[in-house]
């Protein structure tokens, strides 16, 4: 990574380092909603209501989002057809960042492009990847910063606990 790319990289965690303390959205209130142009037209979140909403927020330079794509490609085959809809909301400034990723590592799931960060903003996102667990009413349950081999089974158990309808 050269320092153009490391500044840019640092000054987008800060930026929403600062911007989470004012924006945090708290567990059981509505989820923020947003439309967003992505790889196949406008995602609006107010399209998947009635589903569970695994809200994922990436960027093309953040190695555990590397990591969480072919995972979150397995969420949406394997639950899909239960009510999951796994959603990612990339940050990258440039959409062609994005898109090379992409190219790279397919996302089998709605891709919306933020360049601007309203969305983490409003959602109190600390860092990426972020996930945010939205319910079939459109409130957040659960929301969860990183990614790593270990986080799987607690998530996809949350998951499957949701679409079963325990809480």
């Known amino acids: 990574m050269n320092k153009k790319s490391l500044y840019k990289s640092l000054s987008i965690c800060a930026g929403l380092l600062l911007a989470s303390h004012v924006w945090a959205i708290e567990k059981n209130n509505v989820a923020p909603s947003f439309e967003?142009?992505?790889?196949?037209g406008v995602i609006k979140l107010a399209k998947y209501q009635g589903k569970l909403i695994y809200?994922?927020?990436?960027?093309?330079?953040?190695?555990?989002?590397?990591?969480?794509?072919?995972?979150?490609n397995e969420l949406q085959a394997k639950y899909g057809a239960q009510g999951l809809q796994v959603i990612g909301i990339n940050l990258?400034?440039?959409?062609?960042?994005?898109?090379?990723?992409?190219?790279?590592?397919?996302?089998?799931?709605?891709?919306?492009?933020?360049?601007?960060g309203v969305t983490p903003r409003i959602y109190g996102i600390k860092g990426m990847p972020s996930s945010v667990l939205i319910s079939?009413?459109?409130?957040?349950?659960?929301?969860?910063?990183?990614?790593?081999d270990s986080d799987k089974p607690e998530l996809e158990g949350k998951i499957k606990s949701l679409l079963e309808g325990k809480k």
């Open 136 to 148: 079939q009413e459109g409130k957040v349950l659960f929301e969860h910063a990183g990614f790593k």
């Open 92 to 116: 990258d400034v440039k959409n062609e960042d994005a898109r090379q990723f992409l190219a790279i590592m397919p996302a089998h799931f709605p891709i919306a492009f933020d360049p601007s």
């Open 36 to 40: 967003l142009n992505g790889t196949d």
């Open 55 to 72: 809200l994922d927020f990436w960027a093309s330079w953040c190695g555990p989002c590397k990591q969480s794509f072919p995972w979150m």
